[in-house]
């Protein structure tokens, strides 16, 4: 027997594919169409197993839909800007233009080497000027239509890096790369109008039915519509300057107005700042405020603190009741109108403020069962259902009602009008970097803001960036930002921010579908690929990449680029891949390849081979280079093959879920190969034509053929991978029983047409390995152009069902019954099985469970 050989096999069906150029991806109105597309890495520079993972989930795919006549465009690229590459060129003397660079090199090594179904014509990298500079053309676009400006605002600083964070961007109140505890300043910012777009976004969700539901609930959340009502406080006294028409606040539950405590601002607001000029003590207060958390995560879980400015407004309801007006931690400016009145006993937030300045908290929405005459609320605010009380004319209603009600009256009375705001804020998208995207615009002292002219695009990055000193490199350049307006002629200055690596990623899947356009997007590419119909990456990018990229390309389709309202039809997160974790005695992290584990019963201890040092043995955890528990994916190439490697991660679990990497699990896979390649090896080279009907074993493998063609083809429609590999474990031990040595020749004849099936159905997960076994039988050209095996219904469908029997849960055989048989029936066949009965003497039988056509469990003791 020819013993498989991945080192030779892999490389030579590699070389055949491109040779023969097979990915490549033409427009064929002949044939349905479908765009498959993972998430574009970031070039760090070598492949993770988590990449191996998502890469070879979106190429089975990928190679699945090609077998089934769809024409299939799979492209990759690079997001090639980012911090990463200025970090390097400061820590270590490299320019960041060159690192990327040699790190996209070496990862498409890498990945090709994954034997990957691309179309490698279409690739680029996001620092391509070629791209960038169809960003910026866009980007001119969208300023023309007002759906990008420039104004002062409030943004998240980060300290380290140095450049400003979208609200997404902050984690706990850190930075998401530097991990620094974020500021807020004031800064002059570009912002793209997302909010515009924010009831679209939030009706677009509804059409994603092929998008997880906990990633559509992320986006509703983000987006956070909600209905309440906009009114303006009254002043008790004499108005402060520029607010004689009051104070206005927006609220989502105007039912609880009679349970108003104090009104509170921002420290951003209007009336605080004005506030703060004069008065040194509320300065300091919004000083500290602005170094406190940035986020709305933090700033929920921070401890509330205010400042009293003194000033007091009129309730709406009773002009004698007076409510004091506080500035609040808590209250965002680019919320609503970045003022409130506070109900404490319903609003949690509101609650601990209250309690730490010592204001009332009067409870209003009664809960059912209380007693209104002693109800109170303590630590915790109530905010579940019940009925209005203490609050006049709305005492009795429920809470929705109340709502309704109190909205009404305030119209009545000309305070305000019920209104519909969002949790979503503008996009800013300008940061303060050199590795990035020049935001293509020059300042000129007598024409202002000037777009720089698409002739003149792309406005490139200099050769030259200084990355020795923190901040922006653009910035300091010495000659880079000086140039002429376009408007004037006159002296002028280049803007020095870039545009958010968020905003290179929001449109690279339409550029893919024409990568060479002479425009940003060839509409007609476009229409015809777009949507991606099946896009595959973490669940990480839920709010960041993947709103972005919906808002951009619905605005880029109201520009007319495309006609696509959402980019992607389909999503798929998949799961991590994880290791466990070894660390010394001292504490130092240890890679899975210095070690040597051994097993004594249920007892693993490990230890360093270098010098023998014990290691500990840690949880299981992400694979990350930061706790050392990586393993490189080359390493298990060399060792076991890259088709190991891809069938291991596919069937360790299902693909949402996360994947526990191990030596074992690889080697299974390893073994699993060589058995598939020894049954393709030993087949006769040539079979006689025989009736295949005529032999009950040849008949049986048939059966067996047509039962996982349809297994296997449901399962890879349905992203189960690892279901349909298990089916091909078990369609494989169907061929060990119908061995070659002695076959007749209708079980050749059998045995041919289930190999012929089984290179098809396993060039997804094994692409080498099937191209291998399809030439050694004889197969017509190459099995990656071969069409997916049909199956006959009729030799699908189970006369006959194997059950499983439990007994108090645990396996203890099977029974054969007829599809569709009665429980009493098949209860009488468990029971009168000796086998089974041997597995219950000494117990009594206490309930016997049929389930029908699929398990039967017997509970006795």
């Known amino acids: ?57 979106g190429d089975a795919n990928a190679r699945f839909k090609r077998a089934r006549g769809f024409n299939v465009l799979h492209p990759m690229g690079w997001d090639g800007f980012g911090l990463p590459a200025e970090n390097a060129a400061m820590e270590r003397g490299v320019d960041p233009r060159a690192w990327t660079y040699a790190n996209i090199d070496k990862m498409r090594a890498e990945l090709k080497q994954l034997g990957l179904s691309i179309d490698w014509s279409r690739e680029f990298a996001t620092c391509d000027p070629a791209y960038y500079g169809q960003q910026q053309a866009w980007f001119i676009d969208l300023m023309a239509r007002g759906m990008v400006y420039r104004r002062e605002g409030v943004v998240n600083w980060d300290p380290v890096d140095q450049t400003v964070l979208a609200n997404e961007q902050v984690v706990d109140g850190r930075g998401w790369r530097s991990g620094a505890v974020v500021e807020k ?141 506080w500035i609040a931690n808590f209250i965002l400016m680019d919320y609503g109108t970045g003022a409130i009145f506070a109900c404490p006993a319903h609003d ?131 000659t880079w ?68 990229a919906r808002f951009v390309n619905r605005a880029l389709a109201d520009a007319g680029m495309l006609e696509a309202r959402e980019p992607f039809a389909g ?115 040539t079979n006689e034509p025989a009736d295949i009907a005529s032999d009950p074993k040849a008949a049986a493998l048939r059966v067996a053929t047509h039962r996982t063609i349809k297994a296997v083809t449901e399962a890879v429609e349905g992203f189960r991978f690892n279901s349909g590999i298990a089916r091909l474990y078990e369609f494989l031990n169907s061929l060990k029983a119908a061995p070659v040595e002695g076959a007749s020749p209708a079980l050749l004849a059998a045995r041919s047409e289930a190999l012929s099936a089984f290179a098809r159905l396993v060039s997804p997960f094994t692409p080498h390995l099937a191209e291998e076994a399809w030439a050694r039988i004889g197969g017509e050209g190459m099995v990656v152009s071969a069409p997916w095996p049909d199956f006959d219904p009729a030799l699908t469908e189970d006369a006959v069902r194997v059950l499983p029997v439990q007994v108090n849960g645990k396996r203890r055989g099977e029974i054969s019954a007829p599809a569709g048989a009665e429980p009493a029936d098949v209860e009488k066949m468990v029971l009168d099985d000796p086998e089974i009965a041997r597995r219950l003497e000494g117990l009594t039988i206490r309930k016997v469970i049929v389930v029908k056509d699929r398990i039967v469990n017997i509970v006795a003791s």
């Open 1 to 57: 027997m020819a013993r498989y050989n991945p080192k030779e096999v892999e490389p030579k069906w590699r070389k055949a594919w491109a040779d023969a150029d097979v990915f490549r991806a033409e427009i064929d109105h002949a044939r349905p169409k479908y765009y498959a597309l993972e998430m574009f890495p970031y070039p760090s520079g070598s492949l993770h197993m988590g990449h191996v993972r998502n890469y070879t989930l």
């Open 185 to 325: 300043r004031k800064l002059n910012q570009w912002f793209m109008r997302i909010t515009d777009y924010a009831d679209a976004l939030l009706e677009g969700l509804k059409t994603l039915d092929r998008w997880p539901d906990k990633v559509r609930l992320m986006q509703e959340n983000w987006i956070g519509r909600s209905k309440g009502l906009k009114f303006s406080f009254k002043w008790a006294d004499a108005a402060p300057d520029g607010f004689d028409a009051g104070l206005e606040v927006y609220t989502t539950r105007p039912d609880t107005l009679y349970g108003a405590s104090f009104v509170g601002v921002a420290p951003d607001h209007p009336l605080a700042q004005q506030i703060a000029a004069s008065d040194p003590k509320a300065a300091a207060f919004i000083e500290a405020c602005r170094k406190g958390g940035a986020s709305e995560a933090e700033i929920e879980t921070a401890e509330k603190i205010g400042f009293d400015t003194g000033l007091t407004v009129a309730h709406p309801f009773d002009p004698t009741w007076r409510l004091p007006v």
């Open 348 to 478: 949690q937030r509101d609650l601990d403020f209250a309690r730490k300045y010592d204001l009332p908290v009067r409870p209003v929405v009664l809960p059912p069962g209380e007693d209104p005459a002693t109800y109170t609320v303590g630590t915790e605010a109530y905010t579940g259902p019940g009925t209005i009380f203490r609050s006049a004319d709305l005492d009795g209603l429920e809470i929705e009602p109340a709502k309704a009600a109190a909205i009404a009256r305030i119209e009545a009375l000309g305070l305000g009008q019920g209104a519909t705001v969002f949790r979503l804020r503008d996009w800013g998208v300008a940061r303060q970097r050199g590795w990035g995207c020049p935001v293509p615009v020059v300042h000129c002292d007598t024409c202002g803001v000037v777009a720089v002219p698409k002739a003149q695009l792309p406005v490139e990055l200099p050769q030259d960036l200084d990355f020795s000193k923190p901040g922006n490199a653009l910035a300091r350049h010495p």
């Open 481 to 548: 930002k000086t140039t002429t307006c376009p408007d004037c002629g006159g002296p002028a200055t280049r803007e020095t921010d870039t545009l958010d690596t968020f905003v290179d990623s929001s449109w690279y899947f339409a550029r893919f579908t024409d990568p060479t356009a002479a425009d940003p997007i060839d509409k007609a590419a476009a229409d015809y690929w777009m949507p991606v119909d099946q896009y595959v990456g973490g669940i990480e990018h839920a709010v960041l990449h993947l709103l972005y």
């Open 571 to 685: 999503l798929f997160t998949q799961g991590m891949v994880t290791h466990e974790t070894y660390r010394l005695q001292n504490g130092d992290w240890v890679e899975p390849k210095e070690l040597e584990i051994t097993a004594e019963g249920n007892t693993r201890r490990a230890v360093r081979v270098s010098d023998g040092q014990p290691v500990i043995i840690g949880d299981i955890e992400k694979m990350s280079k930061s706790k050392r528990n990586t393993v490189a994916p080359g390493d298990i190439f060399e060792v076991y093959g890259v088709d190991a490697a891809r069938l291991f991660v596919l069937s360790d679990s299902p693909p949402e879920r996360d994947s526990i990497w191990s030596t074992s699990g690889v080697e299974g896979a390893w073994r699993f190969v060589n058995r598939v390649w020894a049954e393709f090896d030993a087949q006769p080279e």
